[in-house]
């Protein structure tokens, strides 16, 4: 605080410092220097194209009504491809205009043919009726846009299905109500022009795989009745998403990706707090995370860096100080609260009454409550905001003149629409995105390409997981017999699935095809992991909160487990899994829960392999039993542990997905690894090969799990193990052994671009590791990443 001076406090309306400046005046303030990088993302004029001539002159006059005079080029692009028939993703940046895309070739389709229909999916109800909004404001004669969902009284639904042209539903609708329904909906598949697909980047692992097959469910019924729509992706930008959307629909899809939308500039700083000295002991650690990612316990071991909590409470008291209107955005509701009060305390000790323009906000605030924070933000009574990503959902604010990134927040995708928050129009904007401890934040600040550079996340999903490819076949078969041909359409594992559903007696095979056999239809949840999810219940007033998949709630909903629901905190009482139900309490205390599990694996088979000389890179399906066998209460101001209290869960067993690699004895004798030292080297590189997997695929640290072990019975080697927290597998660990040289190479940079010496969270040190991070050696860990990277194949 020492620099800013109060005396430079504007109203927020006027230009703030620029850039530049200000970054530079940040950054002077400590004793080193905590930025790694700054990228100056320069703003870019948009490249406009003519309308498409195939564009009826009615729907051109309603869109420059709407305020859209030509449509940028990538619009113009994928609407003429999808018009010509070609099934295309364009997967272009947030605010870029994506809907136009789709809505082009659609609209035009359903002016030029008064009998032709469009369905539309999106993933939550909200965002399929601002879609309704944007089409019915259209005015567009004879297309009667309407949402058909759950909420859809019964009284319109009748009406939607015999006169609505363009229809907006998601895919839970589509696979329990229209799908089941097809008879009645025969009409409008029959004369199905357009299958729309937005935010098609949100269909992955599990709940992707699942999709993949209402989609081909859909597209099966619609050929019945003689119809082969075109399908329009849109997606957030992501590395491949043509190989992601082929998989999504099963159909050959073209992507266009090159952004044409104008944007402002913005001065992108990427900031790692500094290494505290071993000694100084004050350090809390960041509990700015879920519970279960704060740091590592071994007090006495850790080396930590100053919490990026504490990092970004400063640099927004330093920029509210200075006039400049800023958003932090901090993971969680408790974080955002801590970022504010500490910014706030300081701002009052510089100058008494200035904490005031500083405040936080959460989730589940009224509409006139969100409304009042943005009047206030925009006139400048408010200058400093600390949110969640709940702001995401809800507040429009934009042009502010500084966004703080407190911890990567996980995907490029939100990364990219959080700091697309900063910026006026017409002017320069700062972010800054803070590391946290955590091994892929280490790694992205010291790798801005990650970042900056193409997109190398990609989407995954594995539709041929069969666990969801059989209740998905059963599905089909009731909407209509399965025939050899619907087995081509399934895809892989397809024919052994049937196999499997007619040996359990669920279907039946007569020379037209396959035939289920029950009166009730299957239920199958999109959502879920085959087993029951479990009911979160709030024991005083039965309300049910909300649900968590059975493969979680061991982790999150154990009895004293401390549960977040939309910001609010429950203590859970009872976890009763034979009812398939939680119990809890509204309670906030003032520790967070952390629990912990052991795993046993075992090889089941094997997929592929790439023989390297010393070194084995393996796919396959492994069999892991892992029991939560006690937790850790840790105060969340210090991290400190108060206790740990043992669990009595029963152990689960998960058939899935796993990506190995082994090593022989010698090769890492040679590379200098002690054989003592081998289970900390092999449980090191583990941890932050783990860490590292969303670098490469869409996912978060329910999808993973890990294991390394000095000799393993299965493959008599030293082994690491990362699989698929799913049964079946969600195509994680696949798309980790596609990328193994890239996935393993970042994974030895994350660990020895890390200053610390013997290793802490942001390298080699996992939050939710089983064995109290013990043995870990950060050295050995990069010598065998060493090992796998010069024997590997690129
Ligand atoms: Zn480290
Ligand atoms: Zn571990």
Redesign the pocket.
Known sequence: MESSSPATVSAGHGPGPAPADLLRRLRARGAGDPVTHVERVPARAGVPAPWPSWAPAELRAAFTRRGVVAPWQHQAQAATLAYEGDHVVVATGTASGKSLAYQLPALATLLADPRATVLYLAPTKALAADQLRAVAALELEGVRPACYDGDTPRAEREWIRRHSRFVLTNPDMLHHGILPGHAQWSGFLRRLAYVVIDECHTYRGVFGSHVAHVLRRLRRQCARFGATPVFVLASATSGDPATAAGRLTGLPVTAVTEDASPRGGVTFALWEPPLLPPDSGAAPPDSSSVPGQAAGDHDDLR?VRRSALRETADLLADTVAEGVRTLAFVRSRKGAEVVAANARRSLDDAVPGLGGRVAAYRGGYLREERRELERALLHGDLLGLASTNALELGVDLVGLDAVLICGYPGTRASLWQQAGRAGRSGQEALAVLVARDDPLD?YLVHHPEAIFGAPVEATVLDPANRYVLAPQLACAAVEAPLTPADLVLFGDGAKEAVDELVAAGALRQRPTGWYWRHRERPEVDLRGEGGAPIAVVESSTGRLLGTVDGGSSHFLLHPGAVYLHQGVSYVVDELDLADGCALVHVEEPDWSTHARDVTDLSVVSVRSYVDAGPVGMFLGEVDVTSQVVSYQRRRIATGEVIDTRPLDLPARELRTVAVWFTLSPQSLALAGVQSADVPGALHAAEHAAIGLLPLMATCDRWDIGGLSTAVHADTEAPTVFVYDGHPGGAGFAERAYGTASAWLRATRDA?AE???ET??????QSPKCGNGNNPLS?PDAIRVLDVVLANLPE
């Open positions: 080396q280490t660990i890390c200053g610390c290793g802490c969270p942001s390298c080699v950060k």
